[in-house]
């Protein structure tokens, strides 16, 4: 039997390397599709489904991205969208956190509920889709709340992590754990047809600043809800800040609060 | 004193996008809360001339004062 490398630059067409070239190296060598990815990205090539990826990103920041482990944190409507668009990416480990399940009030956004899966954990439909649309990625599906209890242990080897929550309180503890941590956080949050945006990096204590006082606070969502389309654009700025923390591009919105009303199409910066 | 007040997001309903109004001296934030009676418990970041400020803050001639509601959901 030829060598792994040998099998792969054989079947590999330029540098891209074809799915089924994956999956079957995978198959005869006895790796996961996984850690086929990996092999093949360290040989500084690229699996094909990347291949839109790579006039933005080269092939190291592709297998950086697929070292890379994120916890999402809210597996609603900001997460679902998340989750779907790191796994696209190719990060490679996404850890999903959220106790809920679906119920018919998330089928108007949610992206992975559906009438089938009502009553169904949130967490366990995200990993079946992300095993269905890119099975070279690691869903770990944790089907509880993040507390200043679980935190620690929950965002244990991740380098970043979502703010896919849906309450100012949960977001306060979230940012508690991750500035011990030291991690950087994504922030979002919709309500009706507005949204907002921001990264906070370890020591700047942007959500407990902006929101100590208003724990108890009500919410824009609380009176419009939230329709399909507010968190699909403010989870892909989401995944757009978390792609430049990764892989150290770009101009971070921190120390900056995107907002974004969808009504009148403005967007406003705000200095935080 | 003139006082521009900007609104955003819902707070714009039946009220106004930007305007500029007379207060008395020595009015705050919260006074102009008050006057245009948004509720408390919605306000998410107040700005006066960009700068956040609470609602005990003491407007002067010439501000802008800017009032965001709270966003929480996800």
Known sequence: ?272 | MNITVKLFATFRTGRFDIETRTYPEGTTVGDVVRELNLSEKELGIMLVNSRHVKLDHRLGEGDTLSLFPLLGGG
């Open chain 1, 1 to 272: 039997m030829p060598l792994f490398v040998d099998f792969i630059q054989e079947h590999a067409e330029a540098d891209l390397v074809p799915w089924e070239c994956q999956v079957e190296a995978a198959r005869r060598y006895g790796l996961t599709i996984a850690e086929a990815e990996e092999a093949i990205l360290r040989l500084e090539l690229l699996p094909a489904r990347y291949q839109r990826n790579r006039a933005m990103l080269t092939t190291a920041q592709q297998l950086r991205l697929f070292r890379s482990r994120v916890a999402v944190v809210g597996c609603g409507g900001l997460g679902g969208y998340v989750i779907e668009e790191l796994a696209r990416l190719g990060v490679g480990t996404i850890v999903a956190i959220d106790p809920d399940i679906f119920v018919e009030h998330n089928l108007n956004r949610q992206l992975y509920s559906s009438p089938r899966l009502l009553g169904a954990s949130k967490v366990e439909a995200a990993a079946a889709r992300i095993e269905e649309i890119n099975p070279a990625v690691t869903l770990i599906p944790r089907q509880e709340m993040l507390t200043t209890d679980t935190g620690r242990e929950l965002l244990h080897g991740s380098r970043v992590a979502v703010d896919a929550l849906d309450s100012i309180a949960a977001r306060l503890e979230l940012a508690e754990v991750c500035d011990a941590m030291g991690l950087p956080l994504v922030h979002g949050a919709i309500g009706g047809w507005y949204g907002q945006v921001f990264t906070q990096l370890p020591g700047q204590k942007t959500l407990q600043r902006l929101y100590a006082d208003l724990r108890d606070g009500r919410g824009v969502e609380k009176q419009l809800g939230n329709p399909s389309f507010t968190p699909a654009v403010v989870a892909s700025m989401e995944v757009a800040e978390v792609c430049k923390v990764l892989l150290a591009l770009g101009t971070r919105l921190s120390s900056r609060k995107l907002t974004i009303n969808l009504l009148d199409m403005e967007t406003e910066e705000i200095a935080l």
